[in-house]
């Protein structure tokens, strides 16, 4: 069941590792983008013309193309980011002043990646495709020439989201997930050894006692999304939390996944034999000690098997992060725990969501990364059980 | 001049950690002075000290950074009020709003009151932060000081710090409390205010779901109704063919995992089913979306019958396939917990293996196993994602699997994710929803815990 679920999203998934890319010899004179000192000015290279240059460098390609409409259609075989991406390029590689000729490779559009990749059926009726027969044309005309092929797609691993298919990247929801994890894990581990500590050497039995146990096993059943509305209700709109943000996210992850780390926890510690917890009384440690510095440095293996399997958890939760509002588009790479950000998962949801064919590969791919990551973290809490299971 | 947050808490840590060491030797200084000997070990005191100045002086910080901003607000809502009494209040929030924005500098304004308002809200934010440090680094320094003045060689430090500690780890305890009574009185008070605006029963028993109204007032729109029985039913639907599913393939496997397997293929099955139970919901809900659903319109329209591109049988089968494993590793622990003298009697008497199983075992396993099922059931129910990604929108009462349903989760997922206001009728109704699916999943868990408590109990 496993295999049919991975491979048929490895089918779907694999070709993402590529992007359509084509090859444009471009001469740009930095002396434009200069103020009067001769220092670089972002502003000047902001308004200059950028997408006319590209498209002034394709239609070199084919001189043939003059009609307003045609030309329209042959903009549509590269991305609309084109210009765009090529002032970053140009921006990042800070040329000295004077004219440069240089050759970048560009994006083209998710619908030519798409028919070069064979995802796109050319059986169907021209009409209902969304790439025309001129348009196929031109783009085998140009692989003909070796100006556009496949490579690797570089930008899915180092970018944020975006609205165009062959521009957008997991980049920004990876570090979103990485900063949501971390508030989850400092907030839900030491609680939850604290608490499990607790339970096991130092509540007394009784009502307390019983109603905290009540709690904490309802706790790990009761459904992910209602701990959403509770972060919408109470980290939102009383405390007054930014929306979207990673530490609302790991905070609500956080409470979810308590339950779980303490219940493992508890296991872990009950495993250790009281003897190492009566010797080190007998020998007049008190009981705090006894728990600190005999049982809980054995139980720790045990712990942290439980909290890899509650990260893994958390990491791979979607429903309460929509409640927060991490589901926002997002363009920029979130840097701190209160900026807008989103995570894997619901990337992968957002993907799955929007119409681009092309949207489809990079959540599949998105999804084998992700699974890839949970299984090797669950492997290796099963590792870390297997290799510290002591029979006392 | 101002004091970030992390400055503060980490001068605040490093004052804590002198205080620890000053308190450390301190004691053992006064101790040869006195010619005695601590009566705990000196670093207890050192922990004493560090606790003292820690503590109290973190949770001002925590105070004062959550509550100072909205104290601001609050101040700068009145100021804007007396400013023009005339507006109303969501207009002074919209000013609120913007004056914030401007602040921080995210939207740039021509309109000279709200740049003024604008300078004073980040003015106002940097006393807070500056006011803020200063009183959480004065308070650990006094607390540090007094707390190592006072400590004598003769006191007990050790039963101090450990009584406190103790309190600490009860406190942490506490919080699964907290989090139980904060989600039940957040549902139960938002849904208050929803059923101010829409009567009770008519949410309890209605047959009609149809939550449009309008966003503003002078738009024409149905008038939105909210019965909740066509998603309940939806719901219910889904959670019966994922049940169809799961069960009987979870339990047989169960079964021959704990009867029949051999501790080799045991060893590898089982951390694969925990692998698959490991796998995220949004997999699987992209899965039945993209693969499930049109091979379950594929297979209707070879048989002529019209399936629903949402069917609800593609959700439900998915859904079926992601409990599996819950099931089948629940199921394996009830079963392996029956104890061996049952099996060894009801073979010593001549009974077959599959006798022993259907007539010995799985009687004396029925409770846990329902409880199994039932944690199971609850899990479908709250399951979210699947459906969300599968499953469709509207509101259709029927039990054809065939057609489209939409569940309690969908709802709220679609009610709360768009930009609607807080108090809106039907960001309220999806509380609603909320409080109706956390009893209904809390009555399963508490029935199901019992049940396997009483197992449990029986056979210890």
């Known amino acids: 069941m496993l295999a049919t679920l991975l491979i048929s999203i490895g089918l779907n998934g694999y070709s993402a590792l590529q992007q359509a890319y084509f090859k444009l010899d471009i001469s740009v004179n930095t002396e434009k983008f200069v103020d009067d000192s001769g220092a670089p000015d972002n502003n000047k290279m902001n308004l200059f013309n950028w997408d006319g240059l590209v498209q002034s460098a394709l239609r070199e390609f084919f001189p043939e193309v003059k009609d307003r409409d045609e030309k329209k259609e042959l903009f549509a075989i590269i991305s609309a980011n084109a210009g765009y991406?090529?002032?970053?390029?140009?921006?990042?590689?800070?040329?000295?002043?004077?004219?440069?000729?240089?050759?970048?490779?560009?994006?083209?559009?998710?619908?030519?990646?798409?028919?070069?990749?064979?995802?796109?059926?050319?059986?169907?009726?021209?009409?209902?495709?969304?790439?025309?027969?001129?348009?196929?044309?031109?783009?085998?005309?140009?692989?003909?020439?070796?100006?556009?092929?496949?490579?690797?797609?570089?930008?899915?691993?180092?970018?944020?989201?975006?609205?165009?298919?062959?521009?957008?990247?997991?980049?920004?929801?990876?570090?979103?997930?990485?900063?949501?994890?971390?508030v989850t894990i400092m907030f839900a581990l030491p609680l939850a050894v604290m608490a499990a500590i607790y339970l096991e050497y130092f509540a007394k039995p009784g009502k307390i006692t019983d109603f905290i146990e009540v709690n904490v096993n309802n706790l790990a059943a009761v459904p992910s999304i209602v701990f959403g509305l509770l972060g919408l209700s109470v980290f939102l709109s009383t405390f007054g939390l930014p929306r979207s943000a990673p530490l609302?996210?790991?905070?609500?992850?956080?409470?979810m996944t308590l339950p779980t780390i303490i219940i493992a926890s508890r296991a872990s510690i009950r495993s250790i034999p009281p003897s190492i917890r009566e010797a080190a009384l007998g020998l007049g440690a008190s009981k705090m000690q006894a728990a600190l510095h005999h049982v809980l440095p054995l139980a720790t293996p045990g712990i942290l098997t439980g909290t890899i399997?509650?990260?893994?958890?958390?990491?791979?939760?979607?429903?309460?992060?929509?409640?927060?509002?991490?589901?926002?588009?997002?363009?920029?790479?979130?840097?701190?725990?209160?900026?807008?950000?989103?995570?894997?998962?619901?990337?992968?949801?957002?993907?799955?969501?929007?119409?681009?064919r092309a949207f489809y590969e990079r959540s599949s791919l998105a999804i084998l990364f992700l699974v890839a990551f949970l299984i090797s973290m669950n492997l290796l809490a099963v590792v870390l059980r297997r290799k510290f299971e002591k029979k006392w | 001049m101002t004091l970030p947050l992390s400055f503060v808490f980490f001068v605040l840590l490093g004052l804590s950690v002198y205080f620890y060491y000053h308190a450390k030797s301190g004691?053992?200084?006064?101790?040869?002075?006195?010619?005695?000997?601590?009566?705990?070990?000196?670093?207890?005191?050192?922990?004493?000290?560090?606790?003292?100045?820690?503590?109290?002086?973190?949770?001002?910080?925590?105070?004062?950074?959550?509550?100072?901003?909205?104290?601001?607000?609050?101040?700068?809502?009145?100021?804007?009020?007396?400013?023009?009494?005339?507006?109303?209040?969501?207009?002074?929030?919209?000013?609120?709003?913007?004056?914030?924005?401007?602040?921080n500098g995210k939207i740039s304004t021509g309109e000279e009151n709200i740049i003024m308002l604008a300078k004073d809200y980040k003015i106002a934010f940097e006393q807070l932060h500056f006011y803020r440090g200063l009183v959480v680094i004065l308070c650990a320094a006094l607390l540090g000081m007094i707390i190592s003045y006072r400590?004598?060689?003769?006191?007990?430090?050790?039963?101090?710090?450990?009584?406190?500690?103790?309190?600490?780890?009860?406190?942490?305890?506490?919080?699964?409390?907290?989090?139980?009574?904060?989600?039940?009185?957040?549902?139960?008070?938002?849904?208050?205010?929803?059923?101010?605006?829409?009567?009770?029963?008519?949410?309890?028993?209605?047959?009609?779901?149809?939550?449009?109204?309008?966003?503003?007032?002078?738009?024409?729109?149905?008038?939105?109704?909210?019965?909740?029985?066509?998603?309940?039913?939806?719901?219910?639907?889904?959670?019966?063919?994922?049940?169809?599913?799961?069960?009987?393939?979870?339990?047989?496997?169960?079964?021959?995992?704990?009867?029949?397997?051999?501790?080799?293929?045991?060893?590898?099955?089982?951390?694969?089913?925990?692998?698959?139970?490991?796998?995220?919901?949004?997999?699987?809900g992209y899965f039945a979306a993209l693969t499930a659903a049109p091979f379950f319109r594929e297979i209707g329209f070879s048989l002529g019958l019209d399936v629903s591109s949402e069917s609800a049988i593609a959700a439900g089968a998915v859904m079926g396939i992601m409990i599996i494993p819950f099931i089948s590793s629940l199921s394996d622990d009830v079963i392996r917990a029956v104890p061996q003298s049952l099996r060894d009697g009801s073979m010593g008497l001549g009974a077959t293996k599959a006798e022993t199983i259907y007539i010995v075992i799985l009687p004396a396993a029925i409770p846990g196993l329902v409880g199994a099922v039932l944690l199971a059931v609850s899990r479908a129910i709250g399951e979210t994602m699947i459906v969300v990604m599968a499953a469709g929108l509207s509101a259709n009462l029927t039990v054809n699997p065939l057609e489209s349903v939409t569940t309690v989760t969908v709802q709220i997922v679609s009610l709360l994710t768009g930009d609607t206001e807080f108090d809106d009728i039907k960001t309220l109704s999806a509380f609603g929803l909320g409080l109706a699916l956390f009893f209904f999943t809390l009555l399963l868990n508490i029935f199901a815990l019992s049940i396997s408590r009483r197992l449990a109990e029986r056979y210890d």
């Open chain 2, 151 to 284: 400590q004598k060689p003769g006191s007990n430090a050790r039963e101090q710090v450990e009584k406190f500690i103790v309190n600490i780890f009860f406190a942490s305890a506490v919080i699964a409390i907290f989090t139980t009574v904060a989600i039940i009185l957040s549902l139960f008070f938002e849904a208050l205010r929803f059923f101010n605006l829409y009567n009770f029963f008519d949410f309890i028993f209605g047959l009609h779901w149809a939550p449009n109204v309008a966003i503003r007032t002078d738009q024409v729109a149905a008038e939105g109704s909210f019965g909740m029985i066509p998603v309940l039913l939806g719901t219910l639907l889904i959670s019966f063919i994922a049940m169809c599913v799961a069960i009987p393939i979870g339990l047989f496997s169960a079964i021959y995992l704990a009867e029949f397997a051999t501790p080799k293929i045991r060893d590898f099955v089982k951390p694969t089913l925990e692998i698959l139970a490991g796998i995220p919901t949004v997999v699987y």
């Open chain 2, 27 to 103: 004691i053992v200084r006064k101790a040869a002075l006195l010619s005695d000997r601590t009566k705990a070990l000196p670093s207890h005191y050192g922990q004493q000290s560090f606790l003292w100045a820690f503590i109290p002086s973190f949770l001002i910080l925590l105070v004062l950074t959550i509550g100072g901003p909205n104290y601001i607000d609050q101040i700068f809502y009145n100021k804007i009020q007396e400013l023009n009494p005339t507006f109303n209040e969501s207009f002074v929030s919209l000013i609120l709003a913007k004056v914030i924005n401007v602040s």
């Open chain 1, 85 to 182: 991406d090529l002032k970053e390029i140009i921006k990042k590689k800070a040329l000295g002043s004077g004219s440069h000729t240089l050759s970048v490779w560009l994006h083209l559009s998710d619908d030519a990646d798409q028919y070069l990749k064979g995802r796109l059926s050319i059986d169907i009726p021209e009409e209902d495709r969304r790439i025309n027969n001129k348009q196929i044309a031109w783009v085998n005309s140009l692989v003909e020439r070796d100006i556009a092929k496949l490579k690797f797609n570089k930008t899915f691993f180092t970018s944020a989201d975006s609205r165009e298919p062959e521009s957008a990247g997991i980049l920004g929801s990876v570090i979103g997930s990485a900063l949501t994890l971390f």
């Open chain 1, 248 to 255: 609302v996210g790991g905070l609500v992850l956080g409470l």
């Open chain 1, 309 to 356: 399997i509650g990260m893994a958890q958390a990491l791979g939760e979607t429903a309460p992060l929509l409640m927060i509002g991490m589901v926002a588009f997002i363009i920029d790479i979130p840097t701190t725990f209160t900026s807008s950000a989103t995570a894997m998962p619901v990337q992968i949801y957002m993907w799955s969501d929007s119409a681009e």
